[in-house]
């Protein structure tokens, strides 16, 4: 019984990964060759990998900036409210993409008082490239807090303790100690932060159709000339996902080879 049960196990294990595993390989094989060629001559779509990769480098600057502070507080911090606060961050992550960028248009649109205040300020939210990082922000961020929470969580709290003990104030104990010791988790949460942050569409498209990033250029594409058009442009975002991916690996081999 047992050796069928391994049977059956890996037989779907198999099917699974190859599920997972195939559209992707065959989209690279498909439209790969193609669009590191249209790399040299599409200017529309070298345009649009630039704006996707720096708009998601900059949501991640702000998701650090803002969010280790969070993490580290969810981390070391009992207080009242703490669930509440852990399942406002969790919810962009819980809600359809679409429904985040309606929800970001309702608050940063010209006809809310936030966006027109802005626009009175000559910041243009929507439609712009401040829109862009807005939805990648909004999406991605919450990944960013979860891996870093988890990152101080696993730092001993007795390490801080014995450098405040040394006359280190708060503030000089976390850069000295919780900082170094959180490092490697701490970029790998902001890598898992880009990666996400470029590859969104849902949000995006409702907030920020042009300029256009890569997702919604693959997406304009198809629905304007159909797949042979998209291919390409597909295949070089799946080729962008294995620089984050390889970053990651490395991290944890990196860990694993000093522990």
Do not use: Q
Not at 38 to 51: F, P, Q, S, Y
Not at 63 to 79: D, S, W
Not at 131 to 157: H, K, Q, T
Not at 158 to 183: C, H, I, M, N, Q
């Amino acid at each position: 019984m047992y050796r069928w049960a391994t049977v059956v196990a890996a037989l779907f294990g198999s099917l699974l990964l190859l599920f997972l595993f195939a559209p992707v390989a065959e989209l690279v094989i498909a439209g790969g060759a193609e669009g590191v060629r249209k790399l040299g001559t599409d200017t529309e779509l070298r345009g649009a990998l630039a704006r996707t990769a720096i708009a998601a480098t900059v949501a991640v600057i702000l998701g650090v900036v803002g969010g280790t502070p969070i993490a580290y507080m969810l981390a070391r911090r009992e207080f009242r409210g703490r669930a509440v606060i852990a399942a406002i961050l969790d919810l962009p992550l819980l809600i359809p993409h679409p429904v985040a960028g309606i929800a970001l248009l309702l608050v940063l649109g010209r006809g809310s008082a936030l966006g027109s205040t802005l626009l009175e300020a000559g910041i243009r939210v929507v439609g712009s490239p401040i829109g862009i990082v807005c939805a990648m922000l909004f999406v991605s961020a919450p990944l960013y807090i979860s891996a870093a929470r988890e990152a101080f969580a696993r730092v001993d709290a007795r390490y801080e303790s014995v450098a405040r003990t040394l006359g280190d104030p708060p503030w000089r104990a976390f850069r000295r100690v919780t900082l170094p010791l959180a490092r490697r988790g701490l970029i790998a949460a902001a890598v898992v932060m880009w990666a996400r942050a470029v590859s969104e569409f849902g949000a995006i498209v409702i907030i920020t159709y042009n300029p256009k990033v890569a997702s919604v250029l693959s997406y304009d594409r198809f629905t304007s000339f159909g797949l042979p058009e998209a291919l390409p442009v597909a295949a070089v975002l799946a080729l962008l996902a294995l620089i984050p991916l390889t970053l990651l690996r490395a991290l944890r081999y990196e860990r694993g080879f000093e522990t």
